[in-house]
């Protein structure tokens, strides 16, 4: 009598535990998942299989799809049982195993994406690759049993060619490592020919830049406002305030709740992939904010304030920070869960919620048509341009009664976990947004999830811990995104907040930056710590994707502390940093945006400003707000009382004739303080 193999004996959930939504979203498929652990790849040593190593994230329609196909499927996951030890992945939680994999990916198949499918040896080492695979052959692709008997075949039959395979990619991936080339910084040639670049890739008819799928291109605006502040192109401007106005007027914006789905399927803005991201709307409220800076454009206003309300009303978690995402997909209400659901809408149910003569106003207003911009008859909201101006009161009550109906669908679902890099630019965003528009409440939002930073995932040797959900910390160690955007948004929070313990837990987390990521021969910066599990490859990245690199936020940030602080060796390691954007910035600029940004800084100093004056005296606060809305790139702004240990730019910075007074300084050379808030505006106008 033959006795059961051990996988045989019956289902060991050992994603139960774990903190991600994306891991637990699959805990009870009969697929035997296992996260990424040890213990994983010494399961496949043992039994002698290969590894299936899926990487997904909570909002991911496609994901969706292929766990509703194949994951819990008995027969596909019996047969994965068998044959394969099967590990699941949150990308979102471990990007660096993401971004390994993903890189062999997009080597082997000159494309990637989520789901992603990858089959691997006992040591983790790569063979086969893909992302989607559909249940049965479509399209030209294979389907996905199909994919597992050839994968199952080839281990069996041809296991030295595999392992020959296996190794060669991997030999592969370590001669990628960036050839680092010249550390000298990115000077006005480079973002001349970067702007130019963008120029070239710009889509003059619909903002933007290139063709479908369009995505939000936050950090390139950064650098566009930046680049126009110190240099007055009409041009970057130009590029900035259009694209940002196509935005807001079409589809990937919310036009009732607020805030920016992640990109946009067609060129024109006009249909989205719904799901909701808090990083793109972290970027966005900030670009929007800084726009209105630059501008005064009252689009730019209410676009960053509504995106700012709806991260706070939708996204804000019970412990004070920001979930990751909501999801594109929810039931249409007959139990299908359908992309889109919750947003879409028909003349029909316009007319149910409102009224013949609303309805048709509405849909005039929000392009919304017999035909549909969607599927099934359906419109994505818009405000298109048209003849005509609307009654702003009635459209301000319909847009409240069609808020007020849509919150009777079922809701998409929320992926809760807290992703410390993706606060940290909640954190600045708000902070920013707060200040400018004296929203105090916005304000606290951010020195909430602050406090939850600094309370949950920062541990006594200022380690960050990359995630947390419902109030506990995961076990995954933060990546260079995680420290630089913290970072950041800590110093924003400092600035605004007057508030000099957020410069300091900015430092600590800078001081790993330079002990832990940054190699000290070149400068060149890892996404890993020196310390952490050690991968295949020691990830290294410094284009921009749907977030800025790591390697360019750390610069911009280590760029910040040195001008609060006078720091030389976060200064001289944000230089270094900055030379890859020398090499990329014209060659590439659409995928180093936040690099060109940074970049703008340096060769504008940046700024300091330092603010000393009574705490309650209004010339204090509007020296302080004068100075938070200067548009000079990257300038940094202290605020205190005289004599205050709070911040190093107020040492030995005395009233002026008894009065609140601002200093501005740049390239050790200060100007004369100032009482007037109209010389301190011009003083930091770029």
């Known amino acids: 009598m033959r006795h059961p193999r051990p996988w045989e004996s019956g289902r060991v959930n050992r994603l139960a535990h774990e903190t991600s939504p994306y891991l637990l979203q699959h805990a009870d498929n009969p697929v035997d998942w296992w996260p990424w652990s040890p213990e994983a790849f010494e399961e496949a040593r043992k039994r002698g299989v290969p590894v299936l190593l899926s990487v997904g994230y909570s909002s991911c329609h496609w994901c969706h799809v292929m766990a509703q196909e194949s994951f819990e499927d008995e027969t596909t996951a019996a047969y994965l049982n068998e044959h394969f030890v099967n590990v699941k992945v949150d990308r979102e939680e471990r990007p660096d195993v993401d971004a390994v994999y993903m890189e062999a990916v997009q080597a082997a198949t000159g494309q990637g994406g989520w789901p992603m499918t990858v089959f691997l040896t006992p040591d983790a080492e790569p063979f086969y690759f893909g992302t989607y695979f559909p249940p049965e052959p479509r399209h030209g692709m294979p389907s996905f049993r199909q994919v597992l008997e050839g994968v199952r075949s080839a281990w069996t039959d041809r296991r030295d060619e595999v392992a020959e395979v296996a190794g060669k990619i991997v030999r592969d991936l370590a001669g990628r490592e960036i050839s680092y080339g010249d550390t000298s910084t990115p000077g006005e040639e480079e973002l001349a020919q970067a702007l130019l670049g963008l120029t070239r890739d710009y889509d003059a008819q619909r903002g933007g830049f290139g063709g479908a799928p369009k995505f939000p291109p936050s950090m390139v605006i950064e650098f566009l406002l930046r680049h126009h502040a110190r240099t007055g192109s009409e041009g970057a401007l130009q590029m900035a305030r259009d694209t940002c106005e196509r935005m807001a007027r079409g589809g990937i914006y919310d036009q009732l709740g607020g805030g920016f789905a992640r990109y946009s399927v067609d060129r024109d803005w006009q249909v989205p992939h719904f799901e909701k991201m808090l990083y793109d709307n972290a970027l966005l409220c900030r670009v929007y904010a800084h726009l209105w800076r630059a501008t005064g454009s009252e689009l730019a206003r209410r676009v960053a304030l509504e995106t700012a309300d709806f991260m706070v009303r939708e996204l804000r978690t019970g412990e004070g920070g920001f979930a990751s995402a909501l999801d594109a ?28 003569e609303d309805a048709e106003l509405a849909a005039r207003c929000f392009g919304v048509t017999q035909e549909g911009t969607f599927e099934e008859g359906a419109s994505v909201l818009q405000l298109p341009q048209q003849e005509g101006v609307f009654d702003a009161e009635r459209i301000a009550s319909v847009r409240e009664r069609l808020l007020g109906k849509r919150a009777e669908r079922p809701a998409p679902g929320r992926d809760d976990k807290v992703v410390a890099a993706w606060n940290g630019l909640a954190i600045a965003a708000l902070a920013e947004t707060g200040a400018y528009f004296d929203r105090p409440d916005l304000v606290e939002a951010a020195i909430g999830a602050a406090d939850l930073l600094v309370r949950l995932h920062l541990d006594e040797h200022a380690r960050l811990a990359r995630t947390s959900k419902d109030g506990r910390a995961g076990a995954h160690a933060g990546v260079l995104e995680d420290y630089a955007d913290v970072a950041e948004g800590f110093l924003a929070l400092a600035s605004v907040t007057g508030e000099g313990v957020w410069l300091e837990f900015a430092g600590f987390l800078l001081d790993h930056v330079l002990a832990q990521f940054t190699d000290p021969g070149s400068g060149a910066l890892y996404d890993t710590a020196a310390d952490a599990e050690k991968l295949i490859r020691r990830p290294q990245d410094p284009t921009d994707n749907a977030t800025p690199s790591g390697w360019s936020a750390a610069a911009g940030a280590l760029l910040s502390y040195a001008a609060h602080t006078g720091a030389e060796a976060h200064r001289t390691a944000a230089e270094r940093a900055l030379g890859v954007v020398k090499a990329l910035g014209p060659r590439a600029p659409r995928f180093v945006g936040w690099g060109l940004a940074v970049a703008e800084a340096l060769l504008d100093g940046p700024r300091e400003v330092a603010v000393v004056g009574p705490a309650d005296d209004p010339a204090t606060r509007t020296l302080h707000r004068t100075a938070l809305l200067g548009t000079a790139p990257g300038a940094v702004v202290a605020v205190g009382t005289p004599g205050s240990d709070e911040f190093p730019l107020l040492a030995d910075r005395p009233l002026v004739g008894g009065g609140a007074a601002a200093y501005v300084c740049r390239n050790f050379t200060c100007d004369a303080p100032t009482t007037d808030a109209e010389r301190l505006r011009t003083a930091l106008s770029g």
């Open 329 to 356: 997909d929810s039931d249409d209400g007959s139990g299908r869960h359908v992309e889109g659901a919750y947003y879409v809408w028909t003349p029909e149910q316009l007319e149910q919620a409102l009224g013949r």
